[in-house]
T-cell receptor, first 114, second 119 residues
Framework: AQSVTQLDSQVPVFEEAPVELRCNYSSSVSVYLFWYVQYPNQGLQLLLKYLSGSTLVKGINGFEAEFNKSQTSFHLRKPSVHISDTAEYFCAVSRTTGRRALTFGSGTRLQVQP | DTGVSQDPRHKITKRGQNVTFRCDPISEHNRLYWYRQTLGQGPEFLTYFQNEAQLEKSRLLSDRFSAERPKGSFSTLEIQRTEQGDSAMYLC?????????????????FGPGTRLTVL
């Protein structure tokens, strides 16, 4: 079984400041890693994914994440946030074979303040 | 718009009533997933279909829940004898096992969800 832990339920940050949202996972098998964003009253949108290869993954809206296998982490970063980045962010994993359902963390609420 | 659509977007019902939700996936996608998201939590997997075959059901899917995908296109999720604990956002997602960037990489595209409130 897989599990995902998002260490911060809320992250307040000022506009134009950098931000890091933390994610740790646990799995006995190989996994793919994802970050999704959810705006109020909307579905989930994929920000970025790690499948293999380079451990630094770039996504949409200026976000990037780094896969660290030894620490089983996949932290999300952005060098300069905007008010429009205010949303809920979910880290997720899925097996690379067989069962393909996503296992999500409990989410991190990013609140960007002016 | 060729994204995943869900209907209705909101449903308020009384305890004990039956409700049915519909999901229309992206047209060329042959995998369809249902998830449930309660307040303050991440989505939890309920079930998934490949074409019309229901391949897996979570332990969260009690006997009161049933999902179908009769022709491998749209899907319905029915909850019988609703309980207050069923109040949640029900999310549908789809993916493809063919084509570039499809299910080979398990990229699932999500619909806007159906928010269920059981009074």
């Amino acid at each position: 079984a897989q599990s995902v832990t998002q260490l911060d339920s809320q992250v307040p940050v000022f506009e134009e400041a950098p931000v890091e949202l933390r994610c740790n996972y646990s799995s006995s098998v190989s996994v793919y890693l994802f970050w999704y964003v959810q705006y109020p009253n909307q579905g989930l949108q994929l920000l970025l994914k790690y499948l293999s290869g380079s451990t630094l993954v770039k996504g949409i809206n200026g976000f990037e994440a780094e896969f660290n296998k030894s620490q089983t982490s996949f932290h999300l970063r952005k060098p300069s946030v905007h008010i429009s980045d205010t949303a809920e962010y979910f880290c997720a994993v899925s097996r690379t074979t067989g069962r393909r359902a996503l296992t999500f963390g409990s989410g991190t609420r990013l609140q960007v303040q002016p | 718009d060729t994204g995943v659509s869900q209907d209705p977007r909101h449903k308020i019902t009384k305890r004990g009533q039956n409700v049915t939700f519909r999901c229309d996936p992206i047209s060329e996608h042959n995998r369809l997933y249902w998830y449930r998201q309660t307040l303050g939590q991440g989505p939890e997997f309920l079930t998934y279909f490949q074409n019309e075959a229901q391949l897996e059901k979570s332990r969260l899917l009690s006997d009161r829940f049933s999902a179908e995908r009769p022709k491998g296109s749209f899907s319905t999720l029915e909850i019988q004898r609703t309980e207050q604990g069923d109040s949640a956002m029900y999310l549908c997602a789809s993916s493809s096992i063919t084509g570039t960037g499809g299910d080979l990489y398990n990229e699932q595209f999500f619909g806007p969800g159906t928010r269920l409130t059981v009074l």
